[in-house]
C-alpha cells in the first residue's frame, strides 16, 4: 500500500529547479524562468524608438527606480511612486508595468484595471494571500517585495493613475500547429537566432515583436501569442457557456464584452501567458484572496487545453 501512495505522489508531482513541489501536469509554458540567462551588459549609448523624440539608455532601462517615458504625450503625469518608486525597496510601478500600464507576458498590463482592484492585489500580496506556482519567478517574489514595503497611501495613487489610462490593443494571436524557435531570456520567450519552427503542441508561446522594444520599456511594444489551432473558437465556446450555477459566463461577472464591470477587471485583450497562470493559480490555491475565492469554483474542473483555449481567446479580444 505504501509503495503504491509513493508511486501515485511521484506521477502527480514533480520538483522544480528551485526545490518547489508543482504538479506534475503544470504548464510549465506559461511560467518561463531561466535565471541564469546571460544578459548583455547595460551601456550608455543613447536609444530611440519608433515617434518618439526621447533616448534613454539600456542603464536606464534596466534601473527598476526609474520608469522610461517614451511617449510623454500619450499619458497624463506619472506620480512620483510610478515614475521612480520609493527606495530602498518600493520600486518604479511604470519600470516593469510600463509608463502606460501596458506590462508585458512576465506580468500584467494594468491600464484600466478598477483602482479599487489594484489596491485589493496589492493587499493581497502584502498579506500573502496571493502567492504563485511553480519556480519563484523573479517578477513575483520582486512584487511581493514591493507590496509588503509599499504604504496605503503609495498603492492607491498607483492604482488610481493606472485606472484612468486607456488599455491598448498589443497582442496579435496566431493559430497554428508549429511556433518560430524561441529561446527564453529569463522570463520571458524570444525568437531564436536559429530560426526555424518547432511543433507548438497544447501550449502558448508568448514574444515581444521588438525585443529591443520591449526591453527598453517602451508602452507601445507589440507581441505575438502562438496558439494551438481552433483554440480561439473553444475558448470563446467555453467563455460563453453557463456550466453550473458555480460556473457562470465570464461575462456575468466581467461584463457582457468582458472589459470590466464595477470593481471586477476587465479579462479581454490581455497577455494569454499571464491570463493561463492565473487561471491554474486560482485553482491550485495559491493566488486566494477574497475575489480569486469567488473564482476558485469557476475554474476547478478546467483541464490543461481550456486554460489555453480560455487565454487564447481573451488575448484575441479587443481591451
Known amino acids: 500500500m505504501r509503495v503504491a501512495l509513493a508511486a501515485f505522489l511521484l506521477l502527480a508531482l514533480w520538483t522544480s529547479h528551485d526545490g518547489r513541489a508543482v504538479a506534475a501536469d503544470w504548464p510549465d509554458w506559461a511560467y518561463p524562468w531561466a535565471p541564469d540567462f546571460k544578459v548583455a551588459p547595460a551601456d550608455d549609448t543613447p536609444r530611440h524608438m519608433p515617434d ?8 536606464q532601462a534596466r534601473d527598476l527606480f526609474f520608469s522610461p517615458d517614451w ?4 499619458h497624463p503625469p506619472m506620480p512620483e511612486i510610478v515614475a521612480a518608486g520609493r527606495r530602498p525597496d518600493v520600486r518604479a510601478c511604470g519600470s516593469c508595468h510600463r509608463a502606460e500600464g501596458t506590462g508585458g507576458p512576465e506580468n500584467a498590463s494594468l491600464a484600466g484595471l478598477p483602482a ?9 500580496f502584502k498579506s500573502g ?20 514595503a509599499a504604504s496605503e497611501e503609495e498603492a492607491r ?9 486607456k488599455p491598448k490593443t498589443n497582442i496579435k494571436v496566431v493559430e497554428g500547429d508549429a511556433t518560430p524557435k524561441t529561446d527564453i531570456a529569463r522570463l520571458f520567450y524570444v525568437l531564436s537566432p536559429e530560426g526555424g519552427t518547432e511543433p507548438l503542441g497544447q501550449r502558448i508561446i508568448e514574444v515581444p515583436a521588438d525585443v529591443e522594444q520591449f526591453e527598453l520599456r517602451d508602452s507601445r511594444a507589440q507581441f505575438l501569442a502562438y496558439v494551438p489551432n481552433g483554440s480561439v473558437a473553444k475558448g470563446k465556446a467555453l467563455a460563453t457557456a ?7 459566463a ?5 461584463g457582457h464584452d468582458l472589459k470590466g464591470l464595477g470593481a471586477v477587471p476587465g479579462i479581454a485583450g490581455r497577455s494569454p501567458s499571464y491570463l493561463a497562470r492565473q487561471l491554474y493559480d486560482m485553482q491550485q490555491g495559491t493566488r486566494a484572496g477574497d475575489a480569486s475565492a469567488l473564482m476558485r469554483p469557476v475554474v476547478a474542473n478546467l483541464s490543461h487545453d ?11 479580444l479587443a481591451p
Open 306 to 316: 481550456d486554460i489555453i483555449a480560455l487565454a487564447a481567446y481573451l488575448a484575441s
Open 242 to 248: 453557463v456550466r453550473s450555477y458555480a460556473s457562470p
Open 157 to 165: 495613487t498607483a492604482a488610481n493613475y493606472f485606472a484612468a489610462l
Open 71 to 74: 511617449h510623454p504625450a500619450d
Open 52 to 59: 518618439s523624440g526621447a533616448t534613454f539608455t539600456t542603464r
Open 116 to 124: 479599487d482592484y489594484i489596491v485589493q492585489q496589492m493587499a493581497d
Open 250 to 254: 465570464c461575462g456575468t461577472c466581467h
Open 129 to 148: 494571500a496571493r502567492q504563485f506556482s511553480g519556480p519563484q519567478r523573479s517578477a513575483v517574489t520582486l512584487m511581493i517585495t514591493i507590496a509588503q
